[in-house]
């Protein structure tokens, strides 16, 4: 299963799956958009304006696909089960 909008990755090998889970929400995709515009509108602020507030930064789509590279080619993530990604941090294993 992949659905970055759906907010939740799962990517299988062989028999086994990883759980990328975004740490916040993307407004770069459609339905991260929608739900940082209408959490904007009710505090007047701006989608990007709102996001900083929340969370620091703007994660966008490019990132979390550099994230998914580096996770797929990085040894210490093989026996993980699900993963955060975060633009201000290191992938953050959730599993343990």
Do not use: F, W
Request: hydrophobic share 40%; charged share 15%; aromatic share 4%.
């Amino acid at each position: 299963m992949q659905s970055l909008n759906g907010k939740r990755v799962v990517i299988t090998g062989g028999s086994q799956g990883l759980g990328l889970v975004p740490c916040q929400l993307i407004p770069g995709t459609a339905l991260g958009h929608q739900a940082e515009a209408a959490y904007a509108a009710i505090e007047g602020v701006s989608v990007d304006e709102l996001v900083v507030q929340r969370y620091g930064s703007i994660l966008r789509p490019a990132q979390v696909g550099g994230q998914v590279a580096e996770l797929l080619g990085d040894p210490r993530y093989v026996n993980g089960v699900a993963c955060g990604l975060r633009n201000d941090s290191d992938i953050l294993p959730l599993d343990v």
